[in-house]
């Protein structure tokens, strides 16, 4: 039923996307065809995949070592309380601030090559996580921890399977969120560093008003959002599957 | 069950309160004066209305928290966190992200590893959980939630069941149910019981011996032992003519309580009917 209804949704969407490419100025909307054709001769020239190679490395680079990263320190803030009040105002702080501010300053310390970009990638996604994993932690329930000391357990085992599970459902909304930001500092890694992969490619066409390609590029980086969000919609899932039975 | 042991100088008492005291900070005490000795196999309830310091007698005879003044003694020696007692909570405190098996095995840490689960699935099967094994709390009604905390306290094999208003939440029916298997339970089983609760009539069915507690601060009033044979099931002690004298006087003492507790929803409310 819901598969039905997305794939209505996908036919109402190219119909009026058909319709405002007949309607729309010439050389704004490109028809559905002149996109297709578009993206054909990008694949076959192998221009999208370098592009698709360039930013996934990054995006998943800068991804995967913000979970990571994330997920200690915010272990690290909640578990010692005197060390999370010292630094949470000054996260949160940090996770406020736009982080294209902090561009050049990359760029002066890493330069304008690949770890640069991840670098900004890493910088986005790492605050959601922080936060998240922090609030997880630190909201563990009181009642259950409760119940764990009257069976004699001591910290660690409370910590593992008390606090830590607790603390999961916590963790997966900060991975959607890092996901998000992740690949939108992707494509702002690419612009404002060396123009390469699928940023370099969308600055390249939107200046240049090849509108077919534009178009081509901008799908594509949907869908790597509609994948990575799915994968993670997965993966609460299976980690908290404990919840909706 | 050992109720026989409950009156005999013999033994050494299982769990002892001498001249004991609790306060959290600065303020009145949560308990005071508390002067008290459980025999072996006796099942003794706390009997009080909200804040008289039921819960903290239990969290003491735990360990969880350590008397202010005084002293508590299990089997002689300061109670220690996990040892020996077990303890029920009214709101049941499973692990939502473990399995009913699961929640027993991780009680159990003493055990080897292979063992917990052996121990795990047996004291399932004794209480009647052996098909929800393998499911998570959230898909458990209250009744199955509670006989689960309830197991997941037995497999301990506790000198010392401490039960703080186990039964409170569940629907009156599930009640009625749960107070019968316990009693079935602990007669298959001999334990030492402490059992809080604000139910008059649950704990006239349960206890050996009632401690009635009054609040602010919380301390013992009247230590009353009941006089109903000590097969409940066999033969309901709400037949016996004793029990609705001593359910009319627990009634009338803690609705005195209640109305002159100036802490209480119900203070003053009935000084017009009422002669002193």
């Known amino acids: 039923m819901t598969a039905l209804s997305r794939i209505g949704v996908l036919v109402i969407f190219f119909m009026a996307w058909a319709l405002a490419s007949v309607y729309a100025p010439r050389g704004i909307i490109p028809t559905p065809e002149a996109t297709l054709q578009a993206a054909q001769r990008l694949w076959e020239s192998g221009q999208l995949w370098t592009a698709l190679g360039d930013s996934l490395t990054i995006y998943g680079t800068g991804l995967g070592l913000a979970a990571l990263a994330g997920t200690v320190i915010g272990v690290l803030m909640g578990a010692f309380r005197p060390l999370g009040r010292a630094l949470d105002v000054f996260v949160y702080g940090l996770a406020a601030t736009p982080r294209v501010a902090f561009i050049p300053l990359i760029i002066l310390l890493l330069g304008l090559g690949v770890e640069a970009k991840t670098f900004i990638v890493f910088l986005g996604a790492v605050m959601p996580v922080i936060i998240n994993t922090y609030v997880g932690v630190t909201n563990a329930d009181s009642e259950l921890i409760e119940m764990a000391r009257s069976t004699g357990a001591g910290g660690m085992r409370i910590f593992a399977h008390v606090i830590l599970p607790g603390a999961v459902p916590f963790l997966v909304v900060g991975l959607r969120l890092a996901a998000t930001i992740g690949l939108i500092n992707t494509v702002v890694a690419e612009l404002y560093t060396a123009v390469r992969g699928l940023g370099g490619l969308l600055a390249l066409y939107g200046n240049t008003f090849r509108m077919a390609e534009y178009f081509v590029i901008v799908m594509t980086l949907s869908l790597i959002g509609v994948i990575v969000t799915e994968a993670l919609r997965l993966l609460e899932n299976h980690l908290v599957r404990w919840r909706s039975s | ?276």
């Open chain 2, 1 to 276: 069950m050992t109720f026989g042991l409950a009156h005999s100088m013999v033994s050494e008492p299982a769990l002892r309160f001498e001249a004991v005291s609790k306060s959290y900070g600065a303020g009145e005490p949560a308990v005071t004066g508390i002067d008290l000795s459980v025999a072996p196999g006796e099942f003794v309830v706390f009997l009080g209305p909200s804040g008289c310091g039921k819960t903290t007698l239990l969290s003491l005879s735990a360990g969880l928290i350590k008397p202010t003044e005084g002293r508590v003694l299990l089997a002689g020696a300061p109670p220690v966190p996990g040892q020996k007692t077990a303890m029920v909570f009214q709101s049941f405190r499973l692990l939502p992200w473990k399995t009913a098996r699961d929640n027993i095995t991780f009680a159990l840490p003493h055990l080897p590893p292979a063992r917990r689960r052996e121990r795990a699935d047996e004291i399932l099967g004794f209480v009647g959980l052996s098909r929800v094994a393998d499911i998570y709390p959230g898909a458990l009604s209250g009744g199955m939630k509670q006989r689960l905390a309830l197991a997941r306290a037995l497999a301990r094999e506790p000198d010392i069941l401490l039960m703080d208003e186990p039964f409170a939440s569940l629907d009156a029916q599930a009640r009625e149910l749960m107070q019968t298997e316990l009693l079935q339970l602990t007669t298959k089983r001999a334990a030492t019981v402490l059992f809080v609760t604000h139910s008059v009539d649950e704990a006239l069915l349960l206890g050996d011996r009632i401690f009635l507690m009054s609040p602010r601060p919380g301390r013992i009033v009247e230590t009353i032992e009941l006089p109903f044979p000590p097969d409940r099931l066999s033969e309901d002690p709400r037949s016996h003519p004793e029990f609705t004298r001593l359910r009319a006087h627990l009634w009338d003492s803690l609705r005195d309580m209640v109305l002159n507790d100036p802490g209480s929803d119900f203070y003053g409310r009935g000084a017009g009917e009422r002669v002193s």
